[in-house]
C-alpha cells in the first residue's frame, strides 16, 4: 500500500481490528519514510452476477446499491448506519444463498421492504425508478396500495 502523502511502497501495520461481523478489516499504517498515518479497509468482495430483467448479467456493485438507497432516502430522517446495516445483511443473505447468479428482482424487493419500513416517501421513490412507472396513474395505484397496506397493518 503507497502512502498517500509521499507515495512510499513501504508501510507497516500499526493497528488492525474486524469490523462487520469481520467480514472486514480496518488497518492503521505508517509510512516508513514520512510517519505519515492513515487508515485503510480491507471488504469481503462479492463475486456474483446479477441478473436483470432484460437477462442481462452484471458484477454486484456496492456503491451502485448504496447510491439508488441513498437516492431515494434523500432529505429524509434515516440514518447512514442503518442503510450500511442493511448492505451488509443483505451482502451476507446473498453469500449464504450460494448462488453465483442472483436476480435483480430479489435485490430490489429486499430494498423496498426495507425502505416500506422506513420511510414511505423512501419507498414510493425507489418504486418509482424500481418498476419503472409509465405515468401518474401507476404511481398513484403504488401510493394507494401503501396507504391500504398500512391502514390494514
Not at 469490523?19 to 510517519?35: A, L, N
Request: net charge positive.
Amino acid at each position: 500500500m503507497k502512502c498517500p502523502k509521499c507515495r512510499e511502497i513501504e508501510t507497516r501495520v500499526i493497528d488492525s481490528r474486524s469490523i462487520e461481523d469481520g467480514f472486514s478489516i480496518r488497518r492503521r499504517r505508517e509510512c516508513v519514510k514520512c510517519g505519515y498515518r492513515f487508515t485503510t479497509y480491507e471488504k469481503l468482495e462479492l463475486d456474483i452476477m446479477i441478473v436483470k430483467k432484460d437477462g442481462r448479467r452484471e458484477p454486484y456493485n456496492r456503491k451502485k446499491l448504496l447510491t439508488g438507497i441513498r437516492k431515494a432516502c434523500h432529505k429524509r430522517p434515516i440514518a447512514e448506519e442503518t442503510i450500511k446495516n442493511f448492505i451488509h445483511e443483505l451482502e451476507l443473505d446473498l453469500i449464504q444463498r450460494g448462488e453465483r447468479e442472483v436476480p435483480a428482482s430479489y435485490i430490489g424487493e429486499k430494498v423496498m421492504a426495507a425502505l416500506k419500513s422506513w420511510d414511505k416517501v423512501a419507498y414510493i421513490r425507489f418504486a418509482s425508478v424500481y418498476r419503472d412507472f409509465k405515468d401518474l396513474d401507476e404511481f398513484l395505484d403504488s401510493i394507494r396500495e401503501l396507504d391500504y397496506n398500512e391502514s390494514q397493518g
